[in-house]
T-cell receptor
Framework: DARVTQTPRHKVTEMGQEVTMRCQPI?????VFWYRQTMMQGLELLAY????????DSGMPKDRFSAEMPDATLATLKIQPSEPRDSAVYFC????????????FGPGTRLLVL | DAKTTQPPSMDCAEGRAANLPCNHS???????VYWYRQIHSQGPQYIIH???NNETNEMASLIITEDRKSSTLILPHATLRDTAVYYC????????????FGTGTSLTVIP
């Protein structure tokens, strides 16, 4: 049963610290998406990649957030420095770009910045 | 992408069919209708999608009106595990890959 995996599942850190979240897309999927979910804003798209190249990161605060795909099996989302307002659940999703694409979501990383 | 309108909440008795409506009156010809759900503390889960014709899979049925301005997701025999927030999304297959989730419908299945 192919699934998107995310680590860590939970992270508590102090303001100013660096946070790195990792995502392993489903094998064979060539698009990867990062979303953030908060009670106030709901699900927001932060960035997405196709064939490891960033296509859109307009939803991401550029000064502190960065997203990369070092290889086809790993996507990372980094926050440096973290702030309390970054507290949220971060979801990764992957999809296969053929025909009408469906996105499959991971379990999320629940981040709390104190 | 077209905006969708869903009721904020619904209840359904266990074992009964749950019918979740969605209005997408500004949908264009290239836009598909997608349904996802999110069970508390989990990632969104794909349910079904369609363009014009009604669709059915092992989870649900999707009924799209002839003018495509609205659709209904049907869970034929709701169980307690179907309690979740259900999102109706319309998306153009040709432009980008973004899903705009909106606020969805919170479905509560009652024993």
């Amino acid at each position: 049963d192919a699934r998107v995996t995310q680590t860590p599942r939970h992270k508590v850190t102090e303001m100013g610290q660096e946070v790195t979240m990792r995502c392993q897309p489903i094998l064979g999927h060539n698009t990867v998406f990062w979303y953030r979910q908060t009670m106030m804003q709901g699900l927001e798209l932060l960035a997405y990649f196709r064939n490891r190249a960033p296509l859109d990161d307009s939803g991401m605060p550029k000064d502190r957030f960065s997203a990369e795909m070092p290889d086809a099996t790993l996507a990372t989302l980094k926050i440096q420095p973290s702030e309390p307002r970054d507290s949220a659940v971060y979801f990764c999703a992957s999809g296969a770009q053929r025909g009408q694409e469906t996105q499959y979501f991971g379990p999320g990383t629940r981040l709390l910045v104190l | 992408d077209a905006k969708t309108t869903q009721p904020p909440s619904m209840d359904c008795a266990e074992g009964r069919a749950a019918n979740l409506p969605c209005n997408h009156s500004t949908i264009s010809g290239n836009e598909y209708v997608y349904w996802y759900r999110q069970i508390h503390s989990q990632g969104p889960q794909y349910i079904i999608h369609g363009l014009k014709n009604n669709e059915t899979n092992e989870m649900a049925s999707l009924i799209i009106t002839e003018d495509r301005k609205s659709s209904t997701l049907i869970l034929p025999h709701a169980t307690l595990r179907d309690t979740a927030v259900y999102y109706c999304i319309v998306r153009d297959r040709g432009t980008g890959n973004q899903f705009y989730f909106g606020t969805g419908t919170s479905l509560t299945v009652i024993p």
